[in-house]
C-alpha cells in the first residue's frame, strides 16, 4: 500500500524474507534488537533479545508480570534513560541506526516513535492544546487547528469533543482520555506508536475502542503494543512476542502460530492459563 | 474507678476516667485553636478602635489623598508618600525574588541530583532563618557601597549620543546612603526562599506520568520543566508569589535600616529614580511614631493605628486572592 515508504529498505527486507501463510501488508523491518540485555542495578530485567518488528504492523508483546516486555517497550524509544540504575548492553536499530549510539538524540529518537501509556496522562491543559502540543514543541508549520482535527478524527475522538475544544482535556472520561493520549502522540506524524497496557486501566467498552482504533492505526503506523490480556493480543495484533520470566524471548511469530500451535510448551501452557 | 482497673485488659467495660480524659485532651487543644481566632479579633478590635478615632480626627479623605507624610512637623496625615514607598520596595524585591525563586525550585524539583538537593535546601532553609536587621545592617554596610562603587562604570557605558534626559533616562550618580535600592535587593533576597520553597513544593507535586508524557512526545528537559511542569503547579507556585509579595509589603526591619524615613512621593515619569532615595515605608512610619516620645496621646500616636489598619487591609487583602487563585487553579491531575 505504500510503494514510496518501502522502497529505501530494500535491503532489510531480503534479510526477512520470511514467508507467511497470512501475507502481512509490508515485510519491512522497522526495529531490530540484537543481544539486548538490560540491568536494573544487579537485577537482569532483559536477556538476550533479538527480534525483529516489522513496519505497519501490529506487534503485541505479551507475557507475566515482571517479565520484562514493558521494560523493551521503552528501550526502544530510550524512556528508560530517565531511570538512573538502568543499564542498557546490546542494539536496538530503527531505521537501520543503533539508538543506544552516543551521537543519537534521544529527544529527536522521540520524536519519531510516539508512546502511549497504561494510565491515561493527559495535560492539564485544553483537549486542543494536548494535541497540538508535540507539535508546538517540534517547530510544526503547518495549520495547527486542522492537524489537531485529523488526529482527533484518526483517534476516534473528534466527534465527541468537536464541540469542547477548549474545555480541559482532565474533564473526559477515562477511555476518551486514554484516545485524547493517543490523538496526542500520533498529531506529530511519528513512524512508530509505542502502547503499554493502554486499556487496562480501562472498562471494557472503553477498551474495546482502544482496541478498533488500533486496528485502525495500523494501517499508517508502526504499532507495538504490551498487553497482559491474552485475547486482546489475539485479537489485534499480527505478530506476537511471548517473554517468560528472566527477561527472556521464548517465541515470536505470526499472532496466529503462537495462540495456535505454539512451538514451546512453556508458551503454550502460558496462553492457555496454567501459569502466569 | 479502682475497680474499673482491676476488670483488666479484656474488659468491654467503657472506663469513666478514659472517657473524662479524651474529653479534657479535646477541650485543651480546641482553647488553643480558639485562642488563636480572640488574638485575631483583639487584633482587630484594638487596631480599628484607635484608627476610627484617628479618622474622625483626620478625615479619611485626607488621609488616603494626602501627598505629605508628616506627622510630627507638620502635623500633616497623606499616606501616600508612604504607600509609594511600600510599593517601589515591594515591585522591586518582587522583580528579584519572583524570578529567581521560581527558577530555584524548577532546579530544585526537576535538574538538581540528590546531593546537590541535600545542599541546596538547607541552604535556602539558612537564608530564610536569617533575621532581617542583618538583611538591613548588610544593605546600609555592604549592598550599598557596592553599587555606588559601580554606577560610575555603568554610567560610561550609555554612548555618548544617547541624549540623557533627567526625567526619562535612569542615570544615578551615586545612591543616598539610605536608598530604595539596596532594600529592595535585600528584601528580594529575604523573600527568594519563600517562592522557592512552596514552588518546589507545587512542582514535586506534579506527577511523573505527565513528564513522561512530555518526553514521550520529544520534548527536552527545559521543555518538560516549563511547558508542563510549570503550568500544571500554577495554584501553587501563584500562591508563592503572592504570600511572598506579602512578606515584602511587611518588612519593616531592614527597609527602615536601609531605606531611611523619608516620604517621598514618586518621582513620575522617572520612578526609578526613587531607587537611589531615601523613601519611607508604612511599617517604617509606625517605627517611627513608636519610637517618638508622644506615646499614648495625641493624632500622631493613633496615626500609627490607621497605618496599621491600611497595612492590615493590604495584607489581609493579598492572602484571600492568593486563597481565591489556589482554588481557581488547583488541577486534579
Known amino acids: 500500500m505504500s510503494e514510496s515508504d518501502s522502497a529505501p529498505k530494500i535491503q532489510t527486507s531480503i534479510e526477512t524474507g520470511k514467508t507467511d501463510s497470512a501475507p502481512p ?117 503547518g495549520d495547527v487547528d486542522e492537524r489537531v482535527e485529523e488526529s482527533l478524527k484518526e483517534a476516534a475522538l473528534w466527534d465527541e469533543v468537536k464541540d469542547q475544544l477548549d474545555s480541559s482535556g482532565l474533564d473526559l472520561s477515562g477511555g476518551q482520555q486514554q484516545r485524547l493520549c493517543i490523538a496526542r502522540a500520533i498529531a506529530p506524524d511519528p513512524e512508530v506508536v509505542l502502547m503499554d497496557e493502554p486499556t487496562s486501566a480501562l472498562d471494557p467498552v472503553a477498551a474495546s475502542k482502544i482496541e478498533d482504533l488500533i486496528d485502525d492505526l495500523a494501517g499508517e503506523y508502526t504499532v507495538i503494543i504490551v498487553t497482559h490480556n491474552m485475547q486482546q493480543a489475539a485479537r489485534i495484533s499480527d505478530r506476537t512476542a511471548v517473554f517468560l520470566t528472566g527477561g527472556r524471548l521464548v517465541e515470536y511469530d505470526d499472532t496466529a502460530t503462537i495462540f495456535e500451535d505454539p512451538e514451546h510448551q512453556r508458551v503454550e501452557d502460558y496462553i492457555t492459563g496454567k501459569f502466569g | 474507678m479502682s475497680k474499673e482497673s482491676e476488670s483488666g485488659v479484656g474488659s468491654l467495660q467503657r472506663s469513666g476516667f478514659v472517657v473524662r480524659k479524651e474529653r ?64 517601589i520596595v515591594t515591585v522591586f524585591s518582587a522583580l528579584i525574588a519572583l524570578p529567581i525563586g521560581l527558577a530555584a525550585a524548577i532546579y530544585l524539583s526537576e535538574y538538581a541530583s540528590d546531593q546537590a538537593r541535600s545542599i541546596l535546601k538547607p541552604s535556602l532553609e539558612i537564608l530564610a532563618g536569617v533575621p532581617t536587621v542583618i538583611y538591613g545592617y548588610m544593605a546600609l554596610v555592604y549592598v550599598t557601597p557596592m553599587i555606588d562603587s559601580v554606577l560610575p562604570f555603568s554610567a560610561q557605558l550609555i554612548p555618548p549620543w544617547v541624549p540623557v534626559i533627567p526625567e526619562f533616562t535612569f542615570v544615578m550618580p551615586s545612591l543616598g546612603t539610605f536608598n530604595a535600592l539596596s532594600a529592595s535587593i535585600v528584601v528580594g533576597i529575604m523573600i527568594i526562599p519563600m517562592v522557592s520553597s512552596i514552588s518546589e513544593d507545587a512542582l514535586s507535586a506534579v506527577p511523573d506520568s505527565l513528564r513522561d508524557a512530555g518526553y514521550g512526545l520529544g520534548s527536552t528537559k527545559f521543555d518538560v520543566s516549563t511547558q508542563i511542569v510549570v503550568p500544571s503547579a500554577t495554584s501553587g507556585i501563584v500562591a508563592s508569589y503572592v504570600l ?72 489581609l487583602t493579598m492572602n484571600v486572592l492568593a486563597e481565591l487563585v489556589r482554588r481557581r487553579f488547583r488541577e486534579e491531575y
Open chain 2, 244 to 315: 511572598a509579595i506579602s512578606r515584602a509589603i511587611g518588612e519593616t526591619m531592614a527597609v527602615t535600616m536601609a531605606m531611611g524615613m523619608s516620604p517621598q512621593m514618586p518621582y513620575f515619569p522617572n520612578v526609578l529614580k526613587n531607587l537611589a532615595e531615601s523613601s519611607q515605608t508604612i511599617t517604617a512610619a509606625m517605627v517611627q511614631i513608636a519610637g517618638a516620645d508622644s506615646l499614648g496621646t495625641g493624632p500622631t500616636y493613633e496615626a500609627m493605628f490607621a497605618l496599621g489598619m491600611t497595612l492590615f487591609a493590604i495584607t
Open chain 2, 24 to 87: 479534657l485532651y479535646g477541650r485543651l487543644i480546641a482553647a488553643c485553636a480558639v485562642l488563636t481566632i480572640l488574638i485575631t479579633v483583639g487584633i482587630i478590635l484594638a487596631l480599628s478602635g484607635r484608627a476610627l478615632s484617628f479618622w474622625s480626627q483626620i478625615s479619611p479623605i485626607v488621609f488616603f489623598t494626602g501627598t505629605n507624610w508628616s506627622p510630627v512637623i507638620a502635623n500633616s496625615y497623606g499616606v501616600l508618600p508612604l504607600i509609594s514607598g511600600t510599593l
Open chain 1, 25 to 141: 501488508e509490508t515485510e519491512d523491518v522497522v526495529i531490530e534488537s540484537r543481544s539486548l540485555d538490560v540491568y536494573y542495578g544487579d537485577e537482569q530485567a532483559l536477556d538476550d533479545v533479538s527480534m525483529e518488528i516489522r513496519e505497519r504492523e501490529v506487534t503485541a508483546l505479551i507475557g507475566p508480570s515482571g517479565c520484562g516486555k514493558s521494560t523493551f517497550l521503552r528501550c526502544i524509544n530510550r524512556m528508560n534513560d530517565m531511570i538512573d540504575v538502568c543499564r542498557v548492553e546490546g542494539d536496538v536499530e530503527f531505521s537501520g541506526k543503533n539508538v543506544y549510539d552516543d551521537n543519537v538524540d534521544s529527544v529527536a529518537l522521540r520524536r519519531k516513535i510516539g508512546i502511549v501509556f497504561q494510565k491515561p496522562n493527559p495535560f492539564p491543559k485544553s483537549i486542543r492544546d494536548n494535541v497540538a502540543y508535540g507539535l508546538k514543541i517540534q517547530g510544526f508549520d
